[in-house]
């Protein structure tokens, strides 16, 4: 139990362009899911938090309007890259969580990102 | 705030060593300890936990005591094995499990 996914795994566009990843929870409703950003041998750095049905929570310095997050139903959170540059070329993480104390985040396979 | 610090890998060690992966921490409260393991090209993968002070989480042959006196976690294996390689996060949860502040990671290479 406790699956989430990610799609697409592996992502490469032009400069320019935007670019959608999905989070899915498979068998379990997420109230609360997370999008981690992660550099190449760096730890995850939490972008934003998004809890369903409301507007997401962005980290400092994560601007919200580059990195859009939509979280439309209990198992599917968005993940948009707008105007996409070679600096937002990443390893893409989210998690989700359900509601109540003492519940753990479980986290997706992860997207990479390249933008040429 | 919360920390994690965990040692600077890589760690590289022959097949059936002993391992150790030392994570200590700064936190208010009482936040529970994870270890995660990510393979490569993978997301994170949870290995085990502790929720209160001298608890010890265990799976596949790793094993972790949560020392409050010590404010640590260290992760440790009797004989590892070359599939072990990967990276490895030291995690804490806090807040009611609000937040998670995970370390900077350790990769452990195992050679035959």
């Known amino acids: 139990g406790a699956v989430v996914s990610q799609h697409p795994s592996w992502v490469i566009c032009k400069s320019g362009t935007s670019v959608k990843i999905e989070c899915r929870s498979l068998?379990?409703?997420?109230?609360?899911m997370f999008w981690y950003r992660q550099f190449p041998k760096q730890s995850l750095m939490l972008m934003a938090t998004?809890?369903?049905?409301?507007?997401?929570?962005?980290e400092q310095g994560v601007e919200k309007d580059k990195f859009l997050i939509n979280h439309a139903s209990l198992t599917l959170s968005t993940l948009t890259v707008t105007s996409a540059h070679p600096e937002d070329s990443s390893f893409y993480i989210c998690?989700?969580?359900?509601?109540?104390?003492?519940?753990?985040?479980?986290f997706g396979p992860g997207t990479r990102l390249t933008v040429l | 705030g919360d920390s994690v610090t965990q040692m600077e890998g890589p760690v590289t060690l022959s097949e059936e060593a002993f391992l150790t992966i030392n994570c200590t921490y700064t936190?208010?409260?009482?936040?529970?300890l994870f270890w995660y393991v990510q393979y490569p090209g993978e997301g994170l993968q949870l290995l085990l936990k502790?929720?209160?002070?001298?608890d010890k989480g265990s799976n596949k042959g790793f094993e972790a005591t949560y020392r409050k006196e010590t404010t640590s976690f260290h992760l440790e294996k009797g004989s590892v094995q070359v599939s072990d390689s990967a990276v490895y996060f030291c995690?804490?949860?806090?807040?009611?499990?609000?937040?998670?502040?995970f370390g900077t990671g350790t990769k452990l290479q195992v050679i035959p």
């Open positions: 998690s989700a969580r359900t509601s109540g104390i003492l519940n753990e985040q479980f």
């Open positions: 068998d379990f409703q997420a109230t609360t």
């Open positions: 998004s809890n369903e049905g409301s507007k997401a929570t962005y």
């Open positions: 936190a208010t409260g009482y936040p529970s």
């Open positions: 502790a929720t209160k002070a001298d």
């Open positions: 995690a804490l949860y806090s807040g009611g499990y609000q937040k998670v502040t």
